[in-house]
Structures are given as C-alpha cells and as structure tokens.
C-alpha cells in the first residue's frame, strides 16, 4: 500500500523521540489512529503488520505505520533495538492508493509517494535527519 503525503502544507509534529529497547517489546496495536508514525531502525529488528499484511524491518529500514490504518506488532524486536519515531500529523489532504481515483493528476503531483517500508540502505542523511527530529523532539517542538 502507498501513502501519498501532501507537501503543500505544514504539519505538526506531536513527539520525535529515540528510544532503545532493553528487552524485547511488541509495537502496540493501533486502530485508525489520527496521527502518521514514522520511524527509523538504527539497529534490530521490528516485525509488524498493516491492515493485513506482515512486514519485516532492520537497520536503516524506515517504516510508515498511516494515520486511519490498523497496525500491531507480530513479534518483539529483538533485545536492544534502537529506533526513532515521529508522530506526525494527519492532513486531509494526504491519502491511500485506493482513494487515488479521486484525486487529479495535478494534485497528485504535489504528494510524496510512501510504501510501508523504505530500505534507505544506512543512508547517513536519512539517519541524521532523524536523530536531529528526535533532539528537537526532546525540547519540545
């Protein structure tokens, strides 16, 4: 499933945090939450499921878990798993694949394409922008 965000506007940032888990922890269930939550793998592994379907991520994995969908954690990470979420507003303008009949090509190219998982490869910029959330987040932006 994709993830069209839009780009027009500002968004919210609810919370950006670094955490580490000691042992290993289930990501919770969620039902139709109204926030987006992004979250890079720094080190570990995290399997989780999305309206249905089972993903699997490791180190420099992000994955999008959608405001409005069902998602829940299928296993614990692994002992010492260390990531950084962001919790992130929802616009109305944002959107799923199966609404995209909807929506005109010219509004569609103001969107960023999401999958559910990117393998960003350990991409250093992609790390570090996370992390830089993740300080801001600690001041509360």
């Known amino acids: ?8 506007e500002k968004r919210v940032i609810y919370e950006a945090v670094d955490v580490t888990y000691k042992d290993a922890a289930v990501h919770p269930t969620r039902i139709s939450p109204d926030f987006h939550d992004i979250v890079y793998m720094e080190d570990g592994a995290w399997d ?3 309206n249905g379907r089972v993903y699997d ?7 999008v878990l959608p405001a409005g969908s069902v998602y829940e954690g299928v296993a614990g ?6 990531t950084v979420f962001i919790h992130t507003e929802s616009l109305p303008e944002d959107y799923f694949d199966n609404e995209c009949d909807n929506i005109r090509d010219d509004e569609k190219s103001l969107h960023l394409p999401l999958g559910n998982v990117i393998h960003t490869g350990n991409d250093r910029t992609v790390k ?3 992390f830089e959330m993740a300080m801001l987040g600690r001041k509360s932006i």
């Not at 990470?77 to 260390?82: A, E, F, L, N, Y």
């Open 57 to 63: 991520v490791g180190p420099g994995d992000v994955f």
């Open 128 to 130: 570090s922008l996370f």
């Open 48 to 50: 989780f499921k999305v």
């Open 77 to 82: 990470c692994i002992p010492k798993t260390r």
């Open 1 to 8: 499933m994709k993830m069209y965000f839009d780009l027009n």
